[in-house]
């Protein structure tokens, strides 16, 4: 599968992130890679094609669990926006939920579950991540699920898992979009500042303040070095460099 071979030719590029993001937040290295075993063992055969279809040369919105949430869900359904295919990053699932069903949801499953398995049932593609915090949860959520998953990794991909590059679930979402040949990458819900929005799954401050750090820092690169075209309608919260700012008309 020639996605399987750009993403082992890509682990060169994503690995210095990584080991840095490790440090930073002193990262079990080893229960990544186990956490990406267990994953592996659990899932069905990855249809990426599939997921390729949805998003290929399409617009794409990727909905952030930031406090403009649900302001920017708002503002994007008058303004039309929510025809685009929409991408919930975890937390962010229950608010898009109230509008439509999103087309995905990228998920390392800190979130509220079963909305993002009632979104599951309803049609959206889950793909859900694997890391060294997160291993219960992926033992009780995969056997429930015999397709539309996709599996992914923040270690070196191998078997059934993808690594499209990206580290919190937002960033993740917008790297994966990317990869996957959408034509543009919208964010919403990205505020990216020092207040927690209610619908994000992590709670300890300090620890959270730095993966939006880096989800900035990520974004920034994505769309500066990698050439992604990214545009944040995020209504409030940081700038990120490399990525304009617009309101949705």
Known sequence: MELLKRDDMRWKFWRPWYDDIARRLRLDQGADH???????ALLPRPNIEGLNDIIWGRD??????????????????QAGYLDKVLIAADGATSAVLEYRNPDIVATDLDGAIEDQLEAWRRGTWLVVHAHGDNIAQVRMLLPKLNERVIGTTQVEPFGKLFNFGGFTDGDRAAFMAHELGASK?????????????????????ERKLIKLKVCGELLAWLAGKVG???????????TIPNVPKEEPR
């Open 34 to 40: 186990r956490a990406a075993k267990g994953l592996n």
């Open 228 to 238: 992604a075209r990214v545009i944040n309608l995020t209504s409030h919260g940081e």
């Open 185 to 205: 990458i919208y964010l919403a819900g990205m505020d990216l500042g020092s207040k927690i929005g209610r619908h994000s799954g992590d709670k300890d401050r």
């Open 60 to 77: 794409c919105i990727v909905f952030g669990a930031g406090p403009s949430l649900d302001e920017d869900l708002a503002a994007l359904e």
